[in-house]
């Protein structure tokens, strides 16, 4: 079995060594991550401009590019073909409900179900998300051993096509984790803040994005199953048809809509 292991908080991270060593024992691992943090880059690919790769030992690669990049560099150029299964993460904090669109954790995941290949994506929620106290270090260790279980837990399961399963581990204590919920995708709400400032050149620069401002309560969301100290586990799919709404706008305008 060949497993792709990449993330967007860097080849250093030690998200991904951890996670990467936690599924060793299950075939070949081959590590392939941006050189740098590359955080909220979304499902973007390189296109305007040159990659590079940078091996820094047998079957552990660097790239210039983004997560969705690696992915796409691992199977066409190093690998030479499909892994069996592509594991992204493990992330400094949350991928919950509408933070997976901007998430390149979760977009390393959704290139391999791009092409069909068992795809995971694994977060870790910090405890000021949870409301729970100071922010605390990061539990990787304990993550990877929960990786893992998911994903030995999960082998014997057929994908959907186009599929890939988003994990979101609560950074607290293992004891006090309270299960595994399988749970929809949720939504979450940020602050709308536009920064101004001022360069040491006298030229304006913007920083966008505020802080978490909670989420919609429904007791079967992701964002749901974490604040209850459970691993949240979300099925997610490419297909982002609204299938009532498509339904209601096929049968309301059976000939099309028209354009005069």
């Known amino acids: 079995m060949k497993i792709l292991v990449s993330n967007d908080d860097g080849f250093d991270s030690p998200g991904i060594q951890l996670l990467a060593k936690a599924v060793e024992s299950l075939g070949e691992v081959y590590i392939v991550a941006p050189h740098r943090e590359r955080s909220t880059a979304g499902h973007s690919l390189t296109l305007h401009k040159p990659l590079r790769i940078i091996q820094h030992g047998p079957r552990q690669f660097a790239t210039s590019g983004t ?6 560099l691992g199977i066409h150029h190093i690998l030479q073909g499909k892994p069996d299964i592509i594991l992204s993460g493990i992330n400094r904090g949350a991928n919950l409900g509408t933070d997976v669109f901007y998430s390149g954790t979760v977009a ?4 391999g179900a791009l092409m069909n290949i068992r795809s995971y994506s694994f977060s870790m929620v910090d405890v000021e998300a949870l409301n729970l106290g100071e922010r605390q270090p990061f539990r990787f260790e304990m993550a990877a051993e929960i990786a893992q279980r998911v994903v030995l837990q999960t082998l014997s399961l057929k ?55 909670g989420f919609e309560k429904s007791e079967v969301s992701d964002c749901h199953a974490v604040e209850e100290r459970k691993v949240s586990v979300t099925p997610l ?8 709404f498509y339904g209601s706008l096929k049968s309301q305008f059976c000939q099309g809509l028209v354009l005069n």
């Open 67 to 72: 997560p969705a990049d690696c992915i796409y």
């Open 108 to 111: 390393a995941a959704r290139e």
């Open 159 to 213: 994908f959907p096509p186009h599929t890939l399963l988003n994990v979101n581990i609560p950074n607290i204590e293992r004891k006090l984790i309270r299960g595994i919920e399988i749970a929809r995708q949720g939504f979450r709400h940020y602050k709308t803040e536009v920064t101004r400032g001022t360069d040491p050149r006298g030229k304006e620069y913007f920083w966008v994005g505020g802080p978490y401002r």
């Open 237 to 244: 799919t490419i297909d982002c048809t609204h299938n009532e």
